[in-house]
């Protein structure tokens, strides 16, 4: 799998600015991101705005996604988080990173190290792919075995299953 410039490392989103166009303010930083698992689709960020503090921001409002800040229209725009929403019922994307990859033969190839994400239309971002973690060797050649979130068999409680033969192609 390609890593083209459409598509980022959810490693280089979280962290940066969430900025309010009416204001130009700084209302906080990403922190997380809702998504549907059946689709791949993205419904939300995450945004911490305080110490204890997080709110929704829906993708129909997002400007822009760039090197340093996501902007958005209005600070209006940031919904709470409320238990029996819809949002409630969406997984966020930080218990991706502790979830062990599956081939449908039973045999574990590895744990997610990143997430991919396609951001080539802020208000329509989809989960692109996942980037295993991996040893010395990876880290020190800046490369890590990659697959679609299209190759995604199902999503369990604490894994990802994934085809044998994508499976294979990682040994």
């Known amino acids: 799998m390609q890593n083209p410039t459409n598509i980022r490392k959810w490693t280089e989103l979280k962290g940066i600015a969430a900025v309010s166009l009416d204001t130009g303010k700084k209302v906080g930083t990403i922190e997380d991101f809702y998504f549907e698992p059946q689709t791949s689709a993205i419904y939300a960020f995450q945004v911490k705005t305080g110490l ?50 599956l081939s449908e033969g039973g045999t574990v190839v590895g744990t997610i190290g990143n997430i991919l994400l396609d951001v080539v239309d802020p208000t329509q971002v989809r989960l692109a792919g996942f980037e295993l973690a991996g040893g010395l060797r990876e880290k020190l050649s800046g490369h890590h075995h990659m697959f679609g979130a299209n190759q995604v068999a199902s999503y369990g409680h604490d894994v990802i299953v994934i085809p044998d033969a994508v499976a294979q192609t990682f040994q």
């Open 52 to 101: 204890f503090g997080h709110h929704a921001l829906p993708l129909a409002h997002i400007k822009a996604i760039g090197v340093d800040a996501i902007t958005f229209d209005s600070e209006k725009s940031l919904a709470k988080e409320e238990k029996g929403s819809h949002l409630a019922t969406l997984p966020l994307a930080s218990v991706l990173n502790q979830y062990r990859v």
